[in-house]
């Protein structure tokens, strides 16, 4: 993309109504604009990053065996009177009448629906284990949408849904998802620790939520601080192996890391004092088992081996997509700007040029950007007729982690330089080299 043709509209001063840094970078960066309180348009570069992100959680999800689909986000109310939760929603759930007078909602998360399509398609043992999810749009009133897209009203979510015959099955998806969780948060560059949390309206034993550690997160959180070096990596899992996946859960939960909801202050004296941390987190998933909470509400049911017809075992799992935005910011920054992680950045280099017009200069950068785009990769080159200055401190506000910069000078000693953006070092080298170093950098990305 040249910059002189893309819609980037960057803002130099500090937006007075953002409170926390992920939040103003966002608008600085032209990433996002609010059109109504906890509601907003995505402009361009928000809306690579998001599509990034969408991306990594797809992959991920039918890495683990799951299957995409998409649901609406209204919903008729008489699916919702079935299980009984649309008196107990609250004021948080956006009711809507149609033109005949119907109540319809804007969906806050979807049991009820997809417990509508399994029941109306699904109902043998031989059809499970069966795992749905779809990345739609949710909304919630929210009290005090706030940090931008951290706590919308308005926000997309990634919720999955299992669907198994009995309890060790369902606890299985349980065990699947959290694993498939911290793989996604891991390509995202995040370290997304999961805490046992509270069950709240949704119902159920079993829950964890993941946070990513912030000092701006709205939860209070617990852990032995060797919760943070633990990394899944590149090692391989058997999503089908129920021994595997269990272990991998179990060596992730086995230290302390709860959030306020579930702390308990006895067990937490117990880890050495050295390790024992408390500071904030932002949520940014949630897994759930909840039985036949809803399957029994809605009859649900799949006809079992010995001929027995009985309520399907199910559990909830969501990862809050437009959130993580926020929270990678949060976790990624510096007080020029964004670090975008190389999973999720909205291009994989940027080029700028010191004297646009001059011609080796503008041949050099032609050149350079043709040759990212044949290694399958987007650069952003700044073709403006732009002081040097402001060339950076837009590069350095957008993030992107790799820079290449081209000049006239360089180029009499047949070299360009690349910088990375995290550490701030950079290194001379002939056009080709730094072409190579990219395709290095995200060859294994
Ligand atoms: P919170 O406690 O932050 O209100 P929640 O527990 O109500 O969230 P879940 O029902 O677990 O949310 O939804 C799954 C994920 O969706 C959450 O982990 C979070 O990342 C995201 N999410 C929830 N509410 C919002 C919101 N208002 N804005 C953006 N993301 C949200
Ligand atoms: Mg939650």
């Given at each position: ?62 890495r683990a065996g ?63 284990p ?42 299985h998806?349980?065990n699947r998802?959290?694993v498939s969780?911290?793989r ?48 899944l990596?590149a090692r391989d899992i058997d999503y089908d192996n129920w021994d595997q996946v269990a272990k991998v859960c ?196």
């Amino acid at each position: 993309m040249r910059l002189s043709r893309y819609f980037l509209p960057v803002l130099k001063e500090n937006p007075a109504e953002a409170q926390i840094v992920s939040h103003r970078y966002m608008l600085r960066a032209g990433m996002i604009k609010q059109q109504a309180a906890g509601i907003y348009s995505w402009l361009p570069l928000g809306y690579r990053v998001l599509k990034r992100i969408e991306q990594i959680v797809h992959e991920e999800q039918v890495r683990a065996g799951h299957i995409p689909l998409l649901m609406p986000t209204l919903q008729p109310a008489d699916l919702w009177r079935e299980s009984g939760r649309y008196d107990d929603y609250g004021q948080e759930m956006l009711r809507i009448k149609d033109r005949h007078e119907r109540d319809m909602l804007y969906g806050p998360t979807n049991e009820e629906m997809i417990t509508d399509i399994f029941r109306s398609h699904v109902g043998s043992y031989k059809d499970l284990p069966m795992t749905l999810y779809h990345i739609q749009w949710k909304f919630r009133d929210e009290v005090r949408p706030r940090f931008g897209v951290m706590r919308g009203r308005e926000f997309l979510m990634k919720d999955g849904y299992n669907f198994d015959v009995d309890r060790e099955s369902a606890l299985h998806a349980y065990n699947r998802h959290m694993v498939s969780y911290l793989r996604t948060y891991e390509r995202m560059g995040l370290t997304a620790i999961p805490m046992r949390a509270a069950s709240g309206p949704i119902g159920g034993d079993n829950t964890h939520e993941f946070l990513v550690l912030a000092s701006t997160g709205e939860s209070e959180v617990f852990y032995d601080d060797r919760v943070t070096a633990l990394k899944l990596g590149a090692r391989d899992i058997d999503y089908d192996n129920w021994d595997q996946v269990a272990k991998v859960c179990e060596e992730f939960t086995t230290l302390y890391a709860r959030t306020d909801e579930t702390h308990d202050e006895a067990v937490f004296n117990g880890v050495p004092e050295e390790h024992r941390k408390v500071g904030r987190g932002i949520e940014v998933g949630q897994i759930f088992y909840f039985g036949t909470k809803y399957s029994e509400a809605m009859g649900a049911t799949v006809v079992t081996k010995d001929g027995s017809k009985v309520p399907v075992e199910m559990g909830s799992h969501g990862i809050g997509v437009s959130r993580l935005l926020g929270a990678i910011i949060e976790a990624s920054h510096d007080d020029k700007g964004i670090i975008w992680p190389e999973g999720v950045t909205p291009f994989h280099v940027g080029i700028v040029n010191l004297k646009q017009g001059d011609a080796e200069a503008d041949a050099a950068c032609e050149a350079l950007y043709k040759s990212v785009a044949a290694l399958g990769l987007e650069a952003l080159y700044d073709d403006r007729d732009e002081r040097a200055g402001g060339k950076f401190a837009t590069m350095d506000l957008i993030g992107l982690p790799w820079r290449i910069t081209v000049g006239p000078r360089g180029l009499k000693n047949g070299v360009v330089e690349l910088t990375s953006r995290r550490t701030g070092e950079s290194v001379e080298l002939p056009p080709e080299q730094a072409i190579e170093r990219i395709a290095q950098i995200y060859a294994g990305i």
